[in-house]
């Protein structure tokens, strides 16, 4: 039998504590919840659900995971995992929303064990390819504008390339809780977008002004060039939205290359839960 980690989870039906009876997580109410044999749990009521099977398909979810397993955005991540590190206070739980196939949400294990994490995605698919990764981390499938995460119980919320719910994410997080948020910069894979489109608008992109539940602490735009081969560009393109919108003659063509040098462009963004004195 898989043991559960549900501290600070609650029940996504009547908002009450979750405890693991055998085989489920179930809440007061007797609201049950599986755990599934490949170590999540489904915590998205069919209310909460905006399609049939929301998310990435598993197709771009193989994509994901073969890319960012070798290691190209490794320099994303030890980026986030620095600013956790320096949470005042210190960081001993952390919900990854938006956690997809979990890469990130597994390093951040590797680089915090002694801590409580969270995976969360509207997609079951990901939650579900996520967990192969390790049974120490709670992988769930929930909205991340409805988290069944107790109120003021993180010190880490992350948004790695994922929605960005202020208000929610103030919500779970502790006074002087901080979310780390990771958007792509206006050059973020502009060489792969050129061979991909026949033309590009160049969109100057900026995080979203924050509403008030959160004080931005630093905004900073990085970027580094990585070059990747044929099989890299390919699983590259299949892992973002990009693969649902290209012409068939333009998969072609970069389908055709051997190598391509891209450039890496992202905003990391730290915001700290106001501290109540
Ligand atoms: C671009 S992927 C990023 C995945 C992962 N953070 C990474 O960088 O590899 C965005 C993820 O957000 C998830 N997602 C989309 N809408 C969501 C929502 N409302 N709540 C939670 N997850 C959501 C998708 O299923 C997908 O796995």
Redesign the pocket.
């Known amino acids: 039998m898989i043991n559960f980690n549900c501290n600070s989870l609650l029940c996504p039906v009547c908002g009450q504590a979750l405890a693991q009876n055998g085989g489920s997580l179930i809440c007061p109410q007797n609201h049950t919840y599986d755990i599934a044999r490949q170590g999540y749990v489904n915590l998205l009521p069919v209310q909460q659900k905006?399609s049939l099977s929301?998310?990435?398909t598993p197709e771009m979810?193989t994509a994901?995971r073969n890319f960012?397993n070798e290691g190209h955005?490794s320099r994303i991540c030890g980026d986030v995992v620095n600013a956790l590190g320096a949470i005042p206070g210190g960081v001993s739980s952390i919900a990854?929303?938006?956690?997809?196939?979990?890469?990130?949400t597994a390093e951040f294990l590797r680089q915090f064990p002694a801590a409580r994490i969270i995976g969360?995605?509207?997609?079951k698919a990901?939650v579900r390819m996520a967990a192969s990764r390790t049974h120490q981390i709670s992988w769930i499938t929930?909205?991340?504008?409805h988290l069944p995460i107790e109120e003021g119980s993180m010190d880490g919320v992350?948004?790695?390339?994922?929605?960005f719910?202020e208000e929610e994410f103030a919500r779970v997080l502790r006074s002087g809780g901080r979310v780390i948020e990771?958007t792509a910069g206006t050059n973020h894979l502009i060489e792969l977008k050129r061979v991909i489109y026949d033309e590009v608008f160049e969109q100057h992109k900026r995080p979203k002004p924050t509403q008030g539940f959160l004080r931005e602490v630093s905004c900073e735009l990085k970027s580094f060039r990585m070059t990747l081969d044929g099989k890299q560009l390919h699983d590259l393109l299949l892992?973002?939205?990009h693969t649902l919108r290209v012409k068939p003659e333009n998969r072609e063509r970069l389908e055709a290359m051997a190598s391509l040098q891209l450039t890496a462009e992202y905003f990391i963004r730290v915001m700290e839960k106001w501290i109540v004195a």
């Open positions: 905006h929301p998310g990435d979810l994901r960012l955005y990854d929303v938006g956690c997809g196939e979990g890469y990130y969360a995605d509207i997609s990901a929930a909205t991340a504008s992350t948004a790695m390339f994922s929605l719910c990771i892992m973002t939205p």
